[in-house]
């Protein structure tokens, strides 16, 4: 593939509408009409991963991340209302999280939007997300561009230089041996 004269989106966004439980999630998460929302992480980053290591079967998602952005209100027990209200609708393992308290955990400085708490996010590929707008068009969300998930790099990110965090998730992941094709800049 050469990577100077392709639309990362375009080919991103055939691949989601081929996808039938992708594109069924997507449409359930924008039924929420949640504030600054996407569907990031693996959802679309495994996505890519596949496509390019040629396999037939998508690799199963361990969550479904949905994330988004309400500082009116941060209680955890919204995402998990959220969250039941997913499930009932749709069985899949999903994860809500309002990034406007995310900081608290993380130990930065109060997020500005979904964007934002994902550039903090500890690897490049992993900071992106899609999401469907009320035109049903997807539009992406990606601090760092897509261009990375198509190198098959697994970047620390340089906001976020814990490589014991790093590290660990490379482990527990398990994504050198799902991708064997990936590669670690650290």
């Known amino acids: 593939m050469d990577t100077a004269e392709v639309n990362y989106e375009a080919l991103i966004t055939s691949w989601i509408e081929a996808d039938a439980t992708r594109y069924a999630a997507l449409t359930l998460a924008s039924d929420l009409r949640l504030n600054d929302w996407c569907l990031s992480a ?3 980053r495994n ?5 390019l290591h040629q396999k037939h ?3 199963p998602l361990n969550d479904l991340d949905l994330v988004y952005f309400d ?3 941060v209680s955890p027990e919204v995402d998990f209302a959220l969250e039941r209200q997913l499930k009932s609708r749709l069985a899949l393992p999903w994860s809500v999280k309002n990034q406007a ?3 608290v955990q993380n ?10 708490a994902m550039s903090y996010w500890p690897e490049v590929e992993t900071a992106v997300g899609v999401k469907l707008t009320k035109d049903s068009k997807l539009a992406f969300v990606a601090p760092f561009g897509l261009d990375a998930l198509f190198t098959r790099t697994i970047t620390i990110n340089p906001k976020r230089k814990k490589p014991e965090v790093f590290a660990k ?7 050198l041996r799902i991708w064997p094709e990936l590669c670690v800049i650290s």
């Not at 996505?47 to 496509?51: A, E, G, M, S, Y």
């Not at 998730?169 to 994504?175: A, D, E, G, P, Y």
């Open 42 to 44: 693996g959802f679309l």
């Open 47 to 51: 996505l890519v991963w596949d496509n």
């Open 57 to 59: 079967k998508p690799t």
């Open 71 to 73: 500082p009116r209100n």
């Open 101 to 103: 308290r995310m900081h």
């Open 107 to 116: 130990s930065d400085h109060p997020y500005l939007s979904t964007a934002d």
């Open 169 to 175: 998730r490379l482990q527990s992941k398990h994504w």
